[in-house]
């Protein structure tokens, strides 16, 4: 799969250079409150970058994934509007992108069932996702925890999208909707873009508590993952309490000491330094000292977006309206390429 990997890299230069031309950006989170210190470094802190440097950027609050995982309405309803707090605190400007309640387009559903009829299901029966989240639910998963991914290839196509942030854990899922883009131009002729991923530069961030999985909202463990809006006292507690291993010094080797290697690896992303910068500043350290390090260095790159989430969560007028006028601007754009999907299938 081409990825433009050096997208990211022009951004941090501040352009694109002459010869990255990125005519539209997609992305997406699903709607699970505060994000994560992970959700953060790995996919939010990128949006901003991306926002600034292209000309169209949609990011949408994924609503209707969300259902994929048992949830109260009035939690879902909450956590739509915690979530849109929490990346308009991050920098995330609606001015420079739209940003949108993904239920508020209607043809992201209509458009998913149009691509479900030319996706076959052993291809969606043998995505890793599946298989975890469906173990998880006593091997009873849904029908959309099953097609869920063929609603993000709508998701992404609707617009003709170009480029799609992914984590590593997702690009198996932007090569489905690669893979429904190209069916979908051999039946019915030259139609959709074929997406290429941007693939974060930002190592994944570890759970605090078990260094060998990804840091989730979803760990049982409170201390296995630092929220953007926690206080400093929960942010010192959690990395006071985080799995490192019996050896002092502060190093970088992710595969015999996962525990320490992720706190270097949050380091770097929240101070923009290097790994080498890094270990070279905590030079006769030890752990214990270093954690402490970490924890205010996290402190202070998030006490400015956790005070701005407070003052957005106390006007819900406001996030519905940005939502809601993001989702005008976005049906603006899908409308029309719909209605051609809608004539080349044989609706019209």
């Not at 990255?20 to 901003?48: E, K």
């Not at 489905?176 to 873009?193: R, S, T, V």
């Not at 206080?231 to 015999?256: G, W």
């Not at 006769?284 to 956790?306: C, H, N, W």
């Amino acid at each position: 799969m081409a990825t433009p990997s050096g997208l990211l890299r022009a951004l941090h230069r501040g352009t694109l250079g002459q010869n990255m031309v990125v005519d539209r950006i997609f992305s997406g989170i699903q709607p699970t409150g505060t994000p994560h210190l992970g959700n953060y470094l790995g996919a939010i802190q990128n949006w901003v970058n991306l926002q600034e440097e292209c000309s169209s950027v949609l990011y949408s609050i994924m609503d209707m994934h969300s259902l994929t995982m048992p949830k109260e309405p009035a939690v879902l309803r909450q956590s739509i509007l915690d979530t849109t707090a929490a990346i308009l605190a991050c920098g995330i400007d609606p001015k420079k992108c739209f940003l949108f309640r993904q239920s508020l387009v209607p043809e992201h559903a209509e458009l998913a069932w149009i691509l479900g009829c030319l996706t076959n299901v052993p291809r969606l029966l043998r995505l890793p996702q599946w298989k975890m989240k469906c173990a998880s639910q006593n091997n009873e998963g849904t029908v959309g925890l099953l097609t869920y991914p063929v609603l993000q290839a709508a998701d992404i196509l609707l617009y003709k999208s170009t480029h799609v942030p992914v984590g590593e854990d997702q690009v198996l899922h932007l090569e489905l909707a690669q893979d429904i883009a190209h069916h979908f131009n051999k039946k019915y002729g030259e139609f959709f873009p074929v997406p290429k991923a941007i693939l974060s530069t930002t190592k994944k961030i570890k759970s605090l508590r078990d260094p060998t999985v990804k840091m989730s909202k979803s760990d049982p463990q409170k201390l296995a993952t630092v929220n953007i809006a926690d206080s400093p006292d929960e942010i010192v507690l959690k990395f006071r309490k985080a799995v490192t291993d019996f050896t002092s010094e502060v190093t970088y080797d992710p595969a015999s000491r996962p525990g320490v290697s992720n706190l270097v690896s949050i380091h770097a992303a929240v101070t923009g330094l290097s790994i080498k910068e890094v270990l070279h500043q905590s030079a006769g350290l030890d752990t214990a000292q270093y954690k402490m390090v970490v924890a205010e260095s996290v402190i202070q790159k998030f006490a400015p977006i956790r005070n701005e989430i407070r003052k957005l969560q106390e006007d819900k007028s406001h996030l519905i309206k940005v939502l809601e006028d993001g989702a005008k601007k976005a049906k603006e754009l899908a409308a029309p390429i719909y209605q051609e999907i809608r004539q080349m299938v044989g609706f019209q």
